[in-house]
């Protein structure tokens, strides 16, 4: 035969193996396999939906600035075309500089007004090359520069003057380039500067054309120019609405930075040169790409445009945190929808395993569970099961008859213990009653030797107050009013000895509320004050109460002359046999006052209690104090 274990112990996987946890189990997974799936699967479509209309939002943001950017300039073009093709702009300005060369041969009184045909050639002009520009005014500006530095504006600007071809960055390269027309980069312009009412210096941009008479010979270059607010207006306008999001580049291909204005080229480096890469491999004039920002290790996406017409490229730089937020924000928000249905759907599994298995695990846990403490505190359940199983039934029927049983023999055994604990602590409470109240009229009686009869009236009245106190029913109280009592009692002493006897108290504030039992402390100090006046005064208590490690201390130390071993010996032999015995001690009128205060502490708290009896270094005796808090006091 083989041996039968009497262990009570159980393999951990047996535990598992009951029909709640198994039909638990089953659901839960089926519920987690299914929804995992179906999540998964409408994430990725969701997420490469909205990844996609972020990746098109970024391309065609990019693309609109580009086209509209182009727009600006292919007006400034259109404005200069017409001028260029313009036989009447032609034969008028050649008019114009021939008669301001035949009015110049003939030198002209001024004293005498009179009408010169240069001024009727200006005014025809003006007329013409307004025409050109059109009603809508496409252009702020436009100037017509011939080769013996001159020029007349029409525009803002109207006027016609000299003009300085070696102070003009542009002429040279107007004048021996082979380009159809040149652009030039944003610069400072002070002349249009003063149309505008703004305080700052306004930026322009103008094109340039070599301007040719109808026999393709040049006779003067046309200047179109253009706010450079307005041109990069579409630019300004998203950087307006979108302040923290994307950054903008506009340069052309020689990688000059257009926008953004001033800007630090080393800055931009790195995506001018990506941008010139791809489109050298792939010749592609739109692209969008992932890109990692080699200054600050960003992962960003970068959006290219390129325009054949202006030379320009346009590039939009967004953070990919910040382009996908929304996609991020989704899944966080799908996460936790998941998580709640996943658990509501689990809960729901748990429930249908527990009505399921609901008559068998009540009995379990009920034979199980049951402890002496349930039956004393009446706590086992008294119902019946109506299981619907008659066997289940019957078996719980007589597991409550057995319950009752036993409860009925706890609750008398409960009875006796709590009958004897509470007469225990009755009795160590009364034996300190008359202890407390023997030695306060051995200190009236001396003062009355003294004839200190104002004090005596100041002690009785703070007696009545103690004797109040210690009168009351109440085994535990607040720390707060057992130290106020203690200080009573110290007022008391003090009225006799004055200044001879000082004290302190230094009391965490979190231990205030702390309930200990009463008349903990005052004996402690009244001890302290019995044998630390045998040294000469002045005499010092000081009773210090504070938390450590989960536990609360009370100390109270004087300045006498401490513990003889002889005593210390004596009490803590004493202390093992109380500890021992658990019996009560024998308060004498000449003392013993500590060891009812130690078996008090027993009784309330248990093996934490704690009281410890010892010298102190700097001289004086210490007696401690304290306990466990409980999770209610922490």
């Known amino acids: 035969m083989k041996a039968i274990s009497g262990g009570t112990g159980t393999p951990m996987w047996n535990k598992f193996r009951n029909i709640q946890t198994i039909l638990f189990s089953t659901y839960s997974l089926i519920i987690i396999v299914v929804f995992t799936i179906l999540v998964l ?9 909205l990844r996609k209309n972020a990746t098109d939002s970024l391309e065609n943001n990019g693309k609109s600035m580009q086209e509209q950017i182009e727009s600006e300039i292919r007006k400034m073009n259109d404005v200069s075309l017409n001028v260029m093709y313009s036989n009447l702009v032609k034969n008028r300005f050649k008019q114009y500089l021939s008669d301001i060369d035949n009015g110049a041969s003939e030198p002209v009184d001024p004293a005498i007004p009179q009408a010169s045909e240069p001024l009727e050639s200006a005014k025809e002009l003006a007329e013409i090359l307004t025409a050109a520009i059109g009603p809508s005014r496409p252009v702020e500006q436009l100037y017509l520069y011939d080769f013996k530095n001159k020029v007349y504006g029409n525009g803002f600007d109207n006027r016609e003057r000299y003009y300085d071809p070696k102070k003009k960055f542009w002429y040279d390269e107007v004048v021996s380039s082979d380009a ?12 249009m500067s003063k149309y505008i009412s703004s305080r700052d210096k306004q930026y322009s941009m103008s094109l340039f054309r070599l301007f040719y008479d109808t026999y393709n010979v040049p006779i003067g270059i046309v200047e179109v120019k253009q706010y450079y607010n307005r041109i990069m207006r579409s630019v300004l306008d998203y950087k307006r609405d979108n302040p923290d999001q994307e950054s903008v580049l506009v340069y052309t291909d020689a990688g000059e930075i257009l926008y953004p204005l001033e800007a630090n080229a080393e800055d931009y480096e790195a995506y001018i040169q990506y941008a010139g890469e791809r489109r050298g491999s792939e010749a592609p004039d739109r692209f969008t790409s992932a ?5 600050t290790g960003h992962k960003e996406l970068l959006s290219y445009h390129h325009s054949s017409f202006t030379g320009w490229n346009t590039v939009l730089i967004v953070s990919e945190n910040k382009l996908l937020s929304p996609l991020f924000r989704f899944a966080r928000t799908t996460v936790l929808v998941a998580l709640f249905i996943l658990l509501f759907a689990i809960a ?30 009446g706590r086992v359940a008294t119902q019946e099961l109506n299981s619907g199983l008659n066997e289940l039934d019957q078996l719980h029927g007589s597991f409550l008859q057995m319950s009752a049983r036993l409860r009925q023999s706890m609750d008398e055994l409960l009875l006796s213990q709590s009958q004897e604990l509470q007469s225990k602590l009755v009795a160590l409470q ?15 009686s001396a003062m ?4 200190m009869n104002e004090e005596i009236v100041a002690m009785s009245e703070n007696m009545s107050d103690i004797l109040r106190y210690i009168s009351s029913d109440q085994p535990l109280v607040p720390l707060e009013t057992e130290l106020l009592y203690t200080a009573k009692y110290l007022e008391v002493n003090g009225l006799r000895h004055r200044s001879k006897l000082m004290y302190e108290f230094e009391i965490a504030e979190r231990l205030k509320r702390l309930q200990v039992p009463k008349l903990i402390v005052q004996p402690l100090v009244e001890n302290a004050l019995k044998f630390g006046t ?16 989960h536990r609360w201390r009370i100390s109270v130390s004087d300045n006498g002359p401490g513990f003889s071993e002889d005593s210390l010996a004596r009490l803590d032999q004493k202390i093992r046999e109380l500890g021992r015995s658990n019996e009560m ?15 008090r502490l027993k009784l309330t708290y248990g093996d934490s209690a704690r009281f410890e009896l010892a010298n102190s270094p700097e001289g004086g005796a210490v007696i401690t104090i304290g306990g466990k808090l409980s999770n209610k006091e922490e």
């Open 291 to 295: 890109f990692t920002n080699p200054l």
């Open 534 to 549: 045998l040294e000469k005064p002045p005499w010092r208590i000081r009773i210090k109460a504070d938390v450590a490690d």
């Open 430 to 444: 009364t034996q300190m009653n008359p202890h407390f109240l023997y030695n306060t009229l051995a200190t009236i």
């Open 448 to 451: 009355a030797e003294e004839k």
């Open 585 to 599: 001690p024998v308060l004498q009128l000449g003392g013993m006052g500590l060891l009812n205060i130690y078996i």
């Open 41 to 49: 699967w409408f994430y990725t479509w969701t997420s490469d939906l």
């Open 180 to 191: 159809t027309k040149i652009i030039t980069p944003p610069v400072i312009d002070e002349e």
């Open 348 to 377: 729901l599994s748990y429930v249908a395993a527990k009505r399921i298995t609901y008559p068998i695990l009540k009995i379990h846990r009920a034979i199980r569970n049951i402890r002496l403490d349930d039956l004393g505190s």
